[in-house]
């Protein structure tokens, strides 16, 4: 069965920091997708990345990167210089094959300025 | 681009009611998903439907059922409700035509509370 697992409730900063979220993932499948979603106050949940499990190059998009280890079963996601706006709760997915997406419990955020 | 939109934005209801929830899907997305999400808690994963019938469901009870339209929208339907079906329900939508186009994009939520 999958699992996702976000160890840190929540972190707290202070502006300009940077700050990474840790998400360690659990599958059979070879083939399987990863996703970040980020959840601000309104509650609405937004799409920030998808990986696929054959494709384990990093990407970095602006302030944000995404450290994908097949080795550790581990997707990470770095804020770099934190802004107040970042604050939301952030969630890592996980989808086998074409199955649904499974969700972390999350991750709270508070970047205080 | 019109996003996922969803109806009602909030909603109170009493034990043993029954409600309905509306969903409609991305612009070109044909498949839309339905999930749970408690407070404090990771959303889960309710049913999915595709071609206008339920492809997948999650584990619910049949008091949760559902409906897709032949425009791709679609309905949620929560009956005898318990004090515990209160959540934000998310409907998210997502494309099966072809490969990478099947990231779920998700609604704005509607927040159900049963008194």
């Known amino acids: 069965a999958q699992k996702v697992t976000q160890a840190q409730t929540e972190i707290s900063v202070v502006e300009k920091e940077d700050v990474t979220l840790d998400c360690v993932y659990e599958t059979r499948d070879t083939t399987y997708y990863l996703f970040w979603y980020k959840q601000p106050p309104s509650g609405e949940l937004v799409f920030l990345i998808r990986r696929n499990s054959f494709d384990e190059q990093n990407e970095i998009s602006g302030r944000y990167s995404w450290n994908f280890q097949k080795s550790t079963s581990s997707f990470n996601f770095t804020i770099t210089a934190s802004q107040v706006v970042d604050s939301a709760v952030y969630f890592c997915?996980?989808?086998?094959?074409?199955?649904?997406?499974?969700f972390g419990k999350g991750t709270m955020l508070l970047v205080s300025p | 681009d019109a996003g996922v939109t969803q109806s009602p934005t909030h909603l109170i209801k009493t034990r043993g009611q029954q409600v309905t929830l509306r969903c409609s899907p991305k612009s070109g997305h044909d498949t839309v998903s339905w999930y749970q999400q408690a407070l404090g808690q990771g959303p889960q994963f309710i049913f999915q439907?595709?071609?206008?019938?339920?492809?997948q469901r999650g584990n619910f009870p049949d008091r949760f059922s559902g409906h897709q339209f032949p425009n791709y929208s679609s309905e949620l339907n929560v009956n005898a409700l318990l004090l515990g079906d209160s959540a934000l329900y998310l409907c998210a939508s997502s494309s099966r035509r072809a490969p990478g186009t099947d990231t779920q994009y998700f609604g704005p939520g509607t927040r159900l509370t049963v008194l």
């Open positions: 439907y595709y071609e206008e019938e339920e492809r």
């Open positions: 997915a996980l989808r086998e094959g074409y199955s649904t997406l499974t």
